[in-house]
Each structure stands twice: as C-alpha cells, then as structure tokens.
C-alpha cells in the first residue's frame, strides 16, 4: 500500500512540475485590464490582452504575418492578406525606377519601408523606430507613433 502511495504521489508531483514549467514564450502579464470578458488588441495589432484579475492581462504575440482585428465577425490574429486594406499595406517590393527612386515606400509589414537607392536596385528593407509604422498616404510620408499613423491609415483601434 505504502508502495502504490508514493508511485502516486510520484506521478502527481511530476504531472504538476510538468503544468507549472509549460510556458508559452510569447505571453507575458501585464498591468492593466481593459474587458473583463473581451480580448483587445495593442495599438501596432501585433499583440492581444485578456484579463486575468486583479487589474492584471496576459499580452499575447500574434504570430509573424498575422495582425490582430477584433470586429463583429472576427476576434484574434489573422493573416495579412485578410487584413482590412487601410490596417496594413497589400505590397510588394516596388521596382526601383521613377517614383519609387523618389521617396520610400511602404512594406506590407507596417514597421518596416522600402528604400531604393538606385535606379534598377533591389530595395532595401529598413525598420522604422521602436513603436512606430510607416505611412505614405495623403501627405505623411515617414515612420509615425501608432495612434497617429492609425488615423493616417484611417484604421480603426482594435479595442
């Protein structure tokens, strides 16, 4: 009997070391909880928050090529070519003559540009800052903080 209790005990011990060191690399908790029943979405649509309680969110990672849209029909990461055309850039690399020569252009990822640097080159791909997209639309042209280049790009908030 002894016996059959530790061997149970064993399992349990090792099943609940197992659960507590399943960890998905890409959540994290942070302060601040805006739905308690509702996801939202960061204001670059790369990450997601539900709450937690104790005014405390797990912020999840959209994966690479996803953007997160909460709407009537949709709450999570969908893949760019599914975006709403005024949230992301349907691009691809510009060819580098006449007025791409001129000024960047935009990435379908809205944190980096092209850049051409010479007439027939390859383009260059450059980031923008930390926390900024980039918009090239009605006069802006340039990386922008997320709030402004979401009223540029007349994306709605995803909140």
Partial sequence: MIKVTLILGAIFVLCSAAVINVKDERANIVKGCKSETELWGSADGTKFYFCIGDDMAIEQSCDPGTFFVKNATVSGCIPLDEVDDSCVYHVKA???????????????????????????????????????AFANQDGYLGCFDWSIWRKIRKCEDTD
């Fill in 94 to 132: 510009p060819v580098c003559e006449g007025e791409a020569l001129k000024h960047p252009q935009p990435h379908e990822d809205p944190t980096l540009f092209y850049l051409c640097t010479a007439k027939g080159a390859k383009p260059d791909v450059l980031p923008c800052p930390v926390e900024k």
